[in-house]
């Protein structure tokens, strides 16, 4: 008989979450109301940043934030090209430019030196991606955007708590935005994201154009004490959060620290287990950085074996372990080679990744035989793959 398969991710869905979406399903208010805004109040005290808005997802957050800095169609954005795709297609949705940019060998963070090279006359910000929940090297980055009148947009989907430098990420640029999806470190129950600021009229924008470009609290128009008058000042979208999602991410925000550090435990254990082997490379941690553990990637030697990234994450299947793939860079994928005209070559450092780079499974809810299973996994995939 097959063992039990281990999935790469299982979100932790507990009694308090069911408890707190239950309570506001029986309540007769669903959509954003008191819990959308106690949770933008708690978010932003948790991160230690002025504001805080709820919204539907990263891309989402990422989109307003292009929006709310006024980006114009022509214009370039700096993104990764090691991230997901949701980084740079929002700079499409205003026929503007994504640069592709590529990244640090180990850290698979966005290259400030590359991303310095990279800067036109047309280049209006840069968009930071926190790999796998290792920060970038923000100080560069920041230095660079204020030597060349960049904005820093943080995708900090990875996050939180991530931190740089004792800082949270997600703060440091002039937005950052967060995931509340099912696998990210904390979620909203399927859907969600946030999007932060320290600039008052920035995060007055994002609202404004989360909800349909209606001044003035739009949804309290169904409060008691709301008005059923209101105007239409924008042409807006309709990204906002729910209160049913916000009341699960108040709980799940209460266990972020917790959560990350059941993941430290975990990739500590993985470290000790692989760090010595010839065939893989553990993630590094930067001086700077304390990571959220979002992802643990491991980077196979892959002039020390016989099998290549595909075979071993077939092995590690077939031993009833989901593995992953963090990520085709964007460079890789047919719509960027197609609108961008660029090729591996453009890329050398995230092209040699994307062929060795392999996410072993790392959540809360894996108990330490499911740990344990996954290092003997390892080893087994490996067994009569060495050179
Ligand atoms: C998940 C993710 C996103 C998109 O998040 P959504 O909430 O699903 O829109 C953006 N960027 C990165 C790096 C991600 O991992």
Known sequence: ??????????????????????????????TTGPKVRLFEKRFARYLGAAHAVA???????????????GLKEGQEVLVPTMTFTATAEVVRYFKAIPVLVDC???AMTIDPGRAAAAITRRTRAIIPMHMAGHPCD???????????????????????????????????????????????PITTGGEGGMAVTSDPDIARRIRLMSLHGIGKDAWKRYAAGGSWRYEVVEAGYKYNMTDVAAAIGLVQLRKADAA???RARIARRYDEAFQEDPALEVPIVAPYARPSWHLYILRLRLDKLRIGRDEFIERLRALGIGANVHYIPLHM???????????EKDFPVASGLSRRIVSLPIYPAMADRDVRKVISAVSTALRRARR
């Open 138 to 184: 923000m100080e560069p980055i920041l230095a660079l955007a204020k030597a060349r009148g960049l904005r820093v947009i943080e995708d900090a989907a990875h996050a939180p708590p991530i931190r740089y430098k004792g800082r949270m990420a997600g703060t440091l640029g002039d937005i950052g935005c967060f995931s509340f999806h099912a696998v990210k």
């Open 104 to 106: 640090h060998p180990a």
């Open 1 to 30: 008989m097959n063992p039990p398969f281990l999935p790469f991710h299982l979100p932790g869905m507990g009694a308090e979450e069911i408890r707190a979406a239950s309570e506001v399903l029986r309540s007769g208010w669903l």
């Open 55 to 69: 919204l539907n997802s990263a891309t989402a957050a990422l989109h307003l934030a292009l929006e709310a800095i």
């Open 260 to 262: 990350r550090r059941a």
């Open 333 to 343: 994928h047919p719509y960027y080679r197609r609108t961008l005209g660029c090729s």
